[in-house]
C-alpha cells in the first residue's frame, strides 16, 4: 500500500515538474520572441506562474467560472509571481531582468497595468495550452482550442 502510494507521489512530481518546464521554455521562446533576449530564471518563473494556472483546473470552482473571471485569475497569479520574483531578482539581487519603471501605473518597476492587460489577453491561450499539454502528455480531456477560449471571453455572458 505504501509502496503504490509513493508511485503516484513520484508520478505527480514528474508530471508537475514537466509541465513547469515545458511551460516555462515556452514562456522563454515567447519573451524572446517580445522582447529580443530573456533570461534563464524565466524558465522557472513562466513555468510556475503557468503551473499555477494550470493547476486551478483541477477545481471546479475555477473551471466552471466564465473565460474572463479565469483571466483575471491567471492574470493576478501571473502578476503576484512577476511582482514576487521581480523583487526578488531585480531589487535584491540587482539581476536588473526588467524595469517596468517607465511604464504608467507600476509597482516599484516590477509590475505594470500595461502588462496586466497583455497577460489578461493571452491568459485563454495559457489556459488552452496547459489543456492541450495536459491532454497530449497524460491523457486528459482534449481541450476544445484556443478560438473557443477566446470566443468565449470576449462574447459570453
Given at each position: 500500500m505504501g509502496y503504490r502510494n509513493?508511485?503516484?507521489l513520484k508520478?505527480?512530481?514528474y508530471k508537475d515538474l514537466l509541465l513547469i518546464f515545458i511551460m516555462g521554455a515556452l514562456y522563454m521562446v515567447?519573451?524572446?520572441l517580445w522582447r529580443g533576449w530573456t533570461h534563464i530564471s524565466m524558465?522557472?518563473?513562466g513555468g510556475t506562474a503557468a503551473f499555477f494556472i494550470g493547476k486551478l483546473n483541477e477545481y471546479p470552482k475555477f473551471y466552471d467560472r466564465k473565460m474572463w473571471q479565469e483571466c483575471v485569475i491567471g492574470?493576478?497569479?501571473a502578476?503576484?509571481?512577476e511582482f514576487t520574483s521581480g523583487v526578488i531578482l531585480n531589487i535584491w539581487l540587482g539581476l536588473d531582468i526588467w524595469d517596468y519603471s517607465n511604464e504608467p501605473f507600476n509597482l516599484y518597476g516590477q509590475i505594470c497595468l500595461t502588462y496586466a492587460v497583455l497577460w489578461f489577453i493571452l491568459m485563454p491561450l495559457c489556459i488552452y495550452v496547459d489543456d492541450y499539454l495536459r491532454y497530449k502528455l497524460f491523457g486528459e480531456k482534449?481541450?476544445?482550442?484556443p478560438l473557443k477560449n477566446y470566443r468565449d471571453l470576449f462574447m459570453s455572458n
Open positions: 509513493s508511485t503516484n508520478n505527480k512530481i515567447l519573451e524572446g524558465l522557472v518563473v492574470t493576478f497569479i502578476l503576484a509571481l482534449r481541450p476544445a482550442g
